[in-house]
């Protein structure tokens, strides 16, 4: 069957490439204030390249008050067959700047061997690579050694808020032996890369108010307390001069990794002239952050906290003033086996301790994402391995993600701690969330040939 299906992924990219633009014309846009009649366009449109791929069953599921989510599956492996559970998600984020994209961010276009365009990459592209994966075995070979489940969410960019619900609701639709999530980033341009590990995000929004309306700072500054310069206390004091959180007890409960853990990450290749360019740190702007730790593991395994928004009075609207209030968010990202309540409670302390100058302070805790965790070792790991290892003539890296991903727990959580598979399409230079998003067109077909590896290798699980 793999010959087959290989043969028929090959001759087939074309059309898997129109499909793509096809999907990607779809302005599925699921932040508030977007048309839903378009994220429920684009669902409609996954179903229809589903059927055309063999899956039986394929149709809209639309919940109350929840975007559209496209489902399919293929059951004829039969009972004794593993069950591969595939997720994906269709919407995209908003197009940010119009005046930034170099081509229309919903007209996908070609240049030098990337296709741009919002949802290219984030996550039409991973949709499409299963799709055509199913195609190659169901309509290239006839059948597939797996059974197939084909999830697409529709809010995946707004916070993936219902889907633990969804999946408790169709708990036995879903059930699977393995599930393959198809949305997260390779190591970089041509090097494959599984995710096994996140962090996760707490946050909160200070208030801090001195006035009760804005006054003259020539006629009253001096004795008046200003509420924009005690908010930047407060923000001064939650890091130490490297950058690191000086948040009492913060690290306390953080996982120290095991030496194996620490050993591939330092195993990785690593360049800071690279890391600086790709992240587009200004020259002379030192990296900061704890010392006796590398790039990688400050950004995957240690916690980190940044002020997200900071607003007093406006550039725009600047005059001599004494503001009457200044606001801020600030999001910290934790790490495996921290408390997201306690090092919420640790944060809002913090920020309401001792105010300057006696200001009013206002502290609300915004919601979290836990972090996640899982032990890449198994024989489910080791067919992911080898797969990629095959679609992408390299071996893959395994590396963590110093982002949160609020799909994950979900799926771990309702299938009972089946192995979850995080691989994706991303590349550093990618643009996901802004302006000129691309897709590798090259790495979009190599994770084609991987996808049909990998349905063939876990079967052999
Ligand atoms: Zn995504």
Redesign the pocket.
């Given at each position: 069957m793999l010959e087959e299906a290989l043969t028929y992924l090959a001759s087939n990219m074309p059309a898997f490439r129109r499909s793509l633009e096809t999907l990607s014309r779809i302005p599925s846009i699921s932040a508030a204030g977007y048309p839903e009649a378009e994220v429920t366009r684009s669902a409609e449109a996954v179903v229809k390249e589903m059927l055309a791929a063999g899956l039986t069953h394929a149709e809209v599921i639309k919940l109350d008050g929840v975007h559209a989510y496209a489902y399919g599956e293929w059951l004829g492996a039969g009972p004794k067959a593993k069950t591969v559970l595939l997720y994906g998600?269709h919407d995209v984020q908003p197009e940010g700047r119009p005046e930034k994209w170099i081509s229309p961010p919903f007209e996908p276009t070609e240049r030098n061997g990337r296709l741009y365009g919002r949802g290219t990459v984030?996550?039409k592209a991973g949709v499409m690579v299963h799709v055509a994966a199913i195609a190659a075995f169901l309509k290239g070979a006839g059948g597939c050694p797996v059974n197939l489940k084909f999830l697409v969410e529709g809010e995946?960019?707004i916070g993936s808020d219902n889907l633990p619900r969804f999946l408790e609701k169709f708990k036995a639709k879903v059930q699977a032996d393995v599930v393959v999530l198809t949305?997260t980033s390779n190591f970089d341009t041509g090097i494959p890369a599984l995710t096994y590990q996140l962090r996760g995000i707490v946050a909160a929004d200070i208030t801090v108010s001195a006035l009760d309306h804005p006054v003259h700072s020539g006629m009253w500054g001096g004795p008046v307390a200003d509420p924009a310069m005690a908010l930047a206390k407060i923000i001064a004091r939650l890091t130490h001069d490297d950058g690191s959180i000086a948040i009492p007890g913060l690290y306390d409960d953080v996982a120290v990794p095991s030496d194996k853990v620490r050993a591939n990450m330092r195993s990785l290749a690593y360049d800071e002239k690279l890391f600086r360019e790709q992240a587009g740190v200004l020259d002379g702007v030192r990296l900061v952050g704890e010392s006796g730790y590398s790039t990688y593991e400050k950004v995957w395994i240690r916690p980190a906290l940044s002020v997200n928004a900071i607003e007093a009075s406006s550039m725009a609207k600047v005059s001599n003033q004494i503001v009457d209030g200044a606001r801020a968010r600030i999001g910290i990202r934790i790490v495996p086996k921290q408390d997201p309540e306690r090092i919420s409670r640790l944060l809002v302390d913090a920020l309401r301790r001792d105010p300057p100058f006696g200001c009013r302070v206002e502290v609300e805790a915004a919601r979290g994402t836990p972090w996640w965790q899982t032990n890449p070792e198994g024989p489910a790991f080791e067919a992911a391995l080898r797969a990629m290892e095959k679609g992408y003539g390299r071996k893959a890296a395994l590396v963590g993600c110093g982002g949160s991903i609020g799909f994950v727990q979900p799926f771990t959580d309702v299938l009972g701690g089946v192995p979850a598979l995080l691989i994706g399409l991303e590349d550093p230079i990618c643009n996901?969330h802004s302006e000129n998003e691309s897709l590798h067109l090259e790495d979009w077909k190599k994770a084609m040939v991987s996808a049909v590896h990998l349905y063939a290798e876990l079967a052999k699980v």
């Open positions: 998600h984030d996550d995946e960019e949305d996901a």
